[in-house]
């Protein structure tokens, strides 16, 4: 186990009625928020008006922005930023998923930048200062609400970038899996494969550390045992419950936590398909992971062997167990998740894989595990089309 720092300032609060002390919270640092949504979930779940009502008794004056899209989009953001500055809030509140907690994010630190925001994402400015951030969780899967990072797109140049800073942790998020149980199935499908690629970025990074491990296979674990229960039935809270903590757990730091640096390539590979074709960041996801995965593998065969024996229960020599559980999982994402693996269901052709390669949002040499150049990519890429 390698040495580490663990830091998560976030307060969570998870259950039935949990809202009831948002107003309090809230109060200790702001007294006029931006309030952040996406494109009417929220009003739907009768979320936002509760949200509105606590607001209103608490004497916290707030200003709204509507509209935030999957893949959120840089120009929200900056829309946002110039609202928040024309109004002088204290705080930025997000209610939503992963999209709206990230465009918070980047419109508190935005806030305090007097040239681009976009300038953070290119690393040539550094986050100084950022509004107090508050999330109310509507959809699971990308922790946005429980860890530092958000990620943007700049639709002009079909980059997909991200930020860092211990200053965009939210202050306190707010879970209640009453408010996600109308959530449609392909969207748990996706957010279901965005937590397993978090896990994996940290689990499959070369490391091996048995606790840690441990906690990574009991998150994998809990989200295979609640996709089908919430299939069933999506109001069942407590399936819910742990999808949702399962996720926030997923990428909050802790499962890098003697680990020392993830491998993000899927990630990144997939932020390219979605800022040049549009696709949900989960399917992206469902088509890259199992084909890094099968391109990568070779690398640590044991840790691979791990994961066959842990998650399916399988037995045999560690290669065979290796590969085995790979095409067990890809059998997971197309029979449980009802997702493609493959570039080519999406009409996206062979001949367009290099483009993709190309794509700004990729950072070469980009992975931990195994060090990917462009010609790497496209190998992973021509795996998807099988």
């Not at 001949?351 to 496209?378: C, F, W």
Request: glycine letters at 6%; charged letters at 20%; proline letters at 3%.
């Amino acid at each position: 186990m390698k040495s580490f720092t663990y830091y998560n300032p976030t307060k969570v609060f998870v259950g039935s009625d949990v809202l009831e002390n948002m107003g309090t919270t809230i109060q200790k640092k702001a007294r006029k928020i931006l309030l952040l949504t996406g494109k009417g979930s929220a009003h739907k779940t009768g979320v936002y008006q509760r949200v509105l009502d606590i607001l209103r008794q608490s004497e916290i004056q707030y200003v709204t922005y509507e509209g935030i899209q999957s893949n959120p989009l840089l120009k929200d953001v900056q829309e946002a930023i110039d609202v928040a500055k024309k109004e002088e809030v204290d705080a930025v509140l997000a209610i939503g998923g992963g999209s709206v907690i990230d465009s918070a994010k980047a419109v508190a630190a935005g806030f305090f930048c007097e040239d681009n925001v976009w300038d953070f994402f290119h690393r040539t400015k550094t986050i100084k200062n950022s509004l107090p951030i508050y999330c109310i969780l509507t959809i699971s899967g990308t922790a946005s609400e429980m860890n530092g990072t958000a990620v943007i797109t700049k639709q002009e140049t079909n980059e997909k970038l991200s930020i860092k800073s211990e200053l965009l942790f939210p202050r306190a998020t707010w879970i209640d899996p009453m408010y996600q149980s109308s959530i449609p199935t392909n969207q748990l499908s996706y957010t279901a494969m965005d937590i397993m690629s978090h896990v994996f970025e940290y689990y499959f990074a070369g490391y091996h550390t048995y606790f840690v491990d441990s906690v990574s296979e009991s998150i994998m674990k809990t989200v295979m045992y609640a996709v089908p229960l919430l299939q069933a039935n999506p109001n069942n809270l407590d399936a819910r419950a742990e999808f949702a903590w399962a996720a926030s757990w997923a990428l909050n730091g802790f499962t890098a936590c003697g680990r020392g640096y993830g491998d993000f390539s899927s990630h990144r590979i997939g932020h390219a398909i979605s800022a040049m074709y549009g696709i949900a960041h989960g399917q992206t996801l469902a088509i890259v992971q199992p084909a890094w995965m099968r391109y990568c593998y070779i690398c640590d065969i044991q840790k691979f062997a791990r994961f066959g024996r842990e998650l399916f229960g399988l037995q045999g020599n560690d290669e065979a167990v290796a590969s085995d559980g790979i095409f067990r999982f890809i059998d997971w994402v197309h029979s449980v998740l009802g997702l493609t693996t493959s570039l080519s269901d999406l009409g996206i052709r062979a001949e367009d894989i290099k483009k993709i390669a190309m794509n700004d949002s990729i950072p070469y040499p980009s992975g931990t595990l195994r060090s990917l150049n462009q010609e790497d990519v496209i190998h992973v890429l021509r795996l998807s089309n099988f």
